[in-house]
């Protein structure tokens, strides 16, 4: 098994649902890709491998070194330069010397180096607020992080018992197509031995073809739920047999949920401490017009005396210490466009939160009713496959004692496969309502395994 470690840095200790998270990239051999694939190796695959996930830690990771390089805004600049002169040509000066005008070179160093030190002392609170906006930027990023985290655990989890509901619905689908070919044998030799009619026959040939193509369709749902897993899983073209059972919900599971739990998602935490981010952000763009006073400091080592690079005892040194400020009076107004751009950024990204909040609701109202449904029709089908079990008995009871005939079994058996679907379509209903439950409000309500 090859595989690409890319762990988080010890710290950053990022965490999600109290649990310390390793980002792995991760790339499966053959002898792997042939194993079943479970539900949890599903999930632990999508940590490895969600370029969505990995994305969002490179987001976090970002936002960690911007707050790093907000903080050089509180320490000392130094700067070193040097010099070293190939060719010249001094400039001169006119001196009178004894009534003679004397011409002087100007001479400036061959060979010189020098250290700067720069120290910001007030700026307006500027890199306060820049400090502070890093700070927010970091923690939305982090929230983002693990909000990505949960959302694709719940993802994966409903593609997962997608493919499996899918798998299932052709196991019936075949035994349904099985069924009718064993009825259209019949009913074909009853019509020869004269007890059934060509209506019989057509019947169900023509029931037979339903059946068939809801098999296509079944073999079709396959491959597009498939699909949809590998994508979620980070994967292209994964193969492996699903194993595992669908859960059945129990209808008690949502309804201690409230809007109020709203409030506890992650991407709307993630966005609202992005907005604060933004509003000092706001704050510290209103700063360019404060001046900036700062200390200063630049140490020389010269050499004018002579030609020599390495000419060590000709090398002098001078030093300046100050007290400096810098006032920006108009820079053709670029600060003032910047300030009001961090205004129109804070306004969308509180609009983000807003519509992010009243989109929740909806979803919240909206899947609350879908699962309420779903549980509902899981037990009426329970109850149809019992009745459907019992009248396919009796059916097949009547037809050998002669008072039902293949018609009466086969309207049975047809109704028995129906119910049989329902139940599987409202089970993986029920399990993509209380997701997203679960998506909407930012709560885990059942553990799936």
Request: aromatic share 10%; hydrophobic share 35%.
């Amino acid at each position: 098994m090859k595989s690409i470690l890319a762990t988080l840095s010890s710290s950053t200790g990022l965490t999600l649902f109290g649990v310390s998270v390793l980002m792995i990239q991760f790339t499966p051999n053959a002898s792997a890709m042939s194993d079943p694939l479970t539900l949890n190796q599903a999930i632990q695959d999508a940590f490895q491998n969600s370029p969505t996930l990995q994305k969002s830690h490179s987001q976090y990771e970002q936002a960690s070194w911007k707050r790093v390089e907000s903080l050089s805004n509180f320490l000392p600049k130094l700067t070193a330069t040097a010099n070293y002169v190939l060719d010249k040509k001094y400039a001169v000066i006119d001196l009178p010397f004894n009534g003679v005008k004397t011409e002087i070179p100007q001479i400036f160093p061959n060979g010189d180096a020098a250290l700067n030190v720069q120290l910001p002392i007030f700026d307006g609170l500027g890199s306060v607020y820049r400090f502070q906006s890093s700070l927010r930027f970091e923690d939305s990023a982090k929230t983002e992080f693990n909000w990505e985290s949960f959302k694709t655990e719940r993802e994966v989890t409903l593609r997962f018992y997608q493919v499996l509901a899918s798998t299932i619905l052709k196991e019936v689908a075949e035994q349904n197509v099985k069924t009718l070919e064993d009825h259209l044998k019949d009913v074909n030799l009853f019509k020869t031995a004269g007890v059934s009619t060509k209506y019989d026959v057509l019947r169900v040939d023509v029931q037979m073809s339903e059946a068939q193509s809801e098999l296509l369709n079944a073999i079709d749902n396959i491959a597009v739920a498939r699909d949809r897993l590998s994508e979620v899983l980070g994967l292209d073209g994964d193969s492996r047999p699903v194993t595992g059972t669908l859960p059945v919900l129990s209808p008690d599971l949502a309804k201690n949920v409230t809007l109020s739990d709203i409030a506890g998602r992650g991407d709307l935490q993630s966005l609202d401490l992005k907005s604060q981010g933004f509003e000092k952000q706001e704050e510290a763009s209103k700063t360019f017009w404060v001046p900036k006073l700062y200390m200063y400091g630049q140490y020389d080592l010269y050499n004018n005396l002579s030609t020599g690079m390495l000419d060590t005892s000709n090398y002098r040194s001078d030093y300046v210490i100050g007290v400096g400020i810098n006032w920006n009076i108009f820079d053709g107004l670029a600060s003032y466009s910047r300030s009001k751009e961090s205004i129109e950024e804070r306004f969308q990204s509180d609009k983000n939160l807003q519509i992010g909040k009243i989109k929740a609701r909806q979803d919240f109202d909206f899947w609350n009713r879908k699962y309420t449904y779903f549980c509902s029709i899981y037990q009426a089908r329970s109850e149809d496959i019992k009745k459907s079990t019992e009248s396919v008995r009796l059916a097949r009871e009547g037809r050998h004692a002669g008072i039902r005939t293949n018609s009466d079994l086969l309207d049975a058996e047809l109704e028995l496969f129906r119910a049989r679907a329902g139940l599987i379509n409202s089970q993986i209903g029920a399990i993509e309502a209380l997701i997203n439950i679960e998506l909407a409000t930012g709560k885990k309500l059942y553990t799936f395994n």
